[in-house]
């Protein structure tokens, strides 16, 4: 029991995920992404127009009694799972309409907070063949953190230049996993019925990790979590009760390249970011006492005070006060981004702005 998480990191555990999440330490996770069985309750077998035999999930994994039997299952591995979360860690958890809801019913009796459901759109469903139903084309996936209180982390920006500079919305566009991706037998079947693709992997990660952070998955399938990772430099622990799969998933992640320079995969976006104020500036020197700020078209015109304060003699003024409140207060603006607003210039001619001063401090700070 407690089991210190760090010496295993990168590694896939052979064996029952409940089990072995008790050896592992309390406290010691970032991130669980769960893609639990389905419990998806299918009779009989199906068949395409064409005569030719769907291959469903017929796994032994995905059978249950009862539903008592798969929300005590349920129950017990989210259980397991919040012990091992960090404070401010969250945790991923996908399905479809069979279990999606009873996962999220126990997740909320267990003190879970809800962030966000996620539709995951599919742009190449498999159709509704016997045609008594609407086609299944989308699986719901819920965000949820450990707790009210916790903080988990969230790359808003990093998610939004993902997305062309558009918030990124609930309701994802990505096709299922094919062509090359789908892992196949020597014999040219699926390696597993439900693998996932490694793009909805990689959106998840980005969202709510950062590099360095440890991820989980206690139903590690062929190892789509950790391909991810390591294309991340995320670090993961993978749980598998199946030999064959846990295999299939080592030789899948040792064919992946991690990156080449871990700097470009840092996301961390202005809310993240150390706070600098403006008065730091002045005191290392950067901008000594007495040096003019002017905003880029020099219209207004401001001089920088000993105590990190502006001082303004303009057609609005005189006004003193931050960086902030005299770039309003020339502007008869409600408010203003001083660190973009104001600009001082190294050399004649050159206007920069003075957040590339607060860049440079923070870089020091790394």
């Known amino acids: 029991m407690g089991t210190q998480t760090k010496t295993i990191r990168d590694q896939i555990l052979v064996g029952d995920c409940i089990r072995l999440m008790q050896d592992l330490a309390p ?34 994994w995905d059978h249950f009694v009862d539903f008592r039997a798969y929300d005590t299952f349920t129950r017990d591995w989210l259980t397991a799972c919040k012990r091992l979360l960090k404070p401010n860690g969250s945790l991923w958890v996908i399905g479809t309409y069979h279990n999606i809801f009873r996962l999220g019913t126990v997740l909320q009796d267990l003190g879970f907070w809800v962030l966000n459901d996620i539709v995951w759109r599919k742009t190449n469903p498999m159709p509704n063949f016997r045609g008594t139903r609407f086609t ?162 020099r219209r207004f015109s401001a001089r920088v005070r000993a105590d990190g304060t502006l001082i303004s003699d303009n057609v609005h003024g005189p006004h003193r006060g931050s960086i902030h409140q005299v770039g309003a207060a020339v502007q008869g603006a409600p408010s203003c981004n001083g660190w973009t607003f104001w600009h001082y210039e190294p050399r004649a001619g050159m206007l920069v702005p003075i957040e590339q001063l607060r860049q440079q401090l923070r870089g020091e700070l790394h």
């Not at 970032?30 to 009989?44: I, K, R, S, T, W």
């Not at 950062?210 to 950790?226: C, I, N, Q, S, Y």
Request: hydrophobic share 35%; with cysteine.
């Open 27 to 60: 406290a010691s996770i970032d991130l669980v992404f769960a893609d639990p069985p389905y419990n998806l309750q299918l009779g009989g077998e199906l068949f395409r127009p064409n005569n030719t035999r769907v291959n469903g999930v017929e796994e032994a």
């Open 136 to 297: 299944n084309a989308h699986e719901t996936l819920i965000w949820a953190a450990r707790s009210r209180e916790a903080k988990p982390t969230f790359n808003y920006e990093a998610m939004k230049r993902l997305n062309d500079d558009l918030q990124m919305r609930s309701d994802w566009l990505l096709p299922i996993c094919n062509g090359p991706e789908r892992l196949k037998t020597t014999d040219g079947q699926k390696a597993h019925p439900t693998q996932k693709p490694e793009a909805l992997l990689y959106r998840v990660l980005l969202s709510s990790t950062r590099p360095g952070d440890l991820v989980l998955d206690p139903f590690f399938g062929t190892g789509t979590t950790g391909a991810a990772a390591r294309r991340l430099d995320r670090r993961f622990i993978g749980i598998e009760r199946d030999p064959t799969y846990a295999e299939i998933a080592q030789h899948r992640i040792a064919a992946v390249t991690g990156p080449a320079d871990p700097a470009l995969l840092d996301t961390t976006g202005k809310r993240q970011a150390p706070r600098i104020p403006f008065g730091w500036v002045v005191e290392r020197g950067l901008l000594p006492p007495g040096s003019v700020l002017q905003d880029f078209a």
